[in-house]
């Protein structure tokens, strides 16, 4: 109670009330604020491509930063194919909590999951792309699983 005490300036009850409101009300526009802003997209550490798959990257890097679930998977896929397999799971992630039934997502998630040796959840999401795929995609998903 002392330091409570204080710290308003002696007990004074309306600085202490008006003090406690306006931290709360810093703390919700904080929170607000914070939640509008989609989370920054993780980049991998590209100086070792040549510079056309660099340059290509950081496009599709560009175009991602919409958080459009095809930029997304399209960015997801080249991470994965490239090795950058954490960066893939992030972003593959993300495209399937916007557009849970693409079946190319599902599938290139499961392939960054695999690599990362998440092996049965990289197993739930092929059969989920398995499931979603059109009849005229499922040859080439199952040659790939």
């Not at 340059?55 to 930063?65: D, G, H, T, W, Y």
């Not at 695999?114 to 092929?126: I, N, P, Q, S, Y």
Request: contains cysteine.
């Amino acid at each position: 109670m002392w330091l409570y005490t204080s710290a308003v300036g002696g007990g004074d009850v309306k600085s202490a009330t008006f003090l406690l409101i306006a931290i709360g009300v810093a703390a919700v526009i904080g929170i607000v604020v914070l939640r509008r802003q989609p989370n920054a997209l993780p980049k991998p550490d590209l100086s070792e491509l040549p510079p056309a798959s660099r340059n290509e990257i950081e496009q599709l890097e560009k175009l991602a930063e919409s958080h459009e679930p095809k930029d997304l998977t399209e960015l997801g896929k080249v991470y994965t194919i490239f090795g950058y397999y954490p960066e893939a799971e992030f972003v593959l992630r993300r495209a399937a909590q916007n557009d849970a039934e693409h079946y190319d997502t599902l599938f290139w998630w499961g392939a960054a999951l695999d690599r990362l040796g998440d092996t049965a959840v990289a197993r739930e999401k092929f059969i989920s792309a398995l499931d979603l795929a059109p009849s005229k995609e499922l040859g080439s998903l199952h040659a790939c699983i």
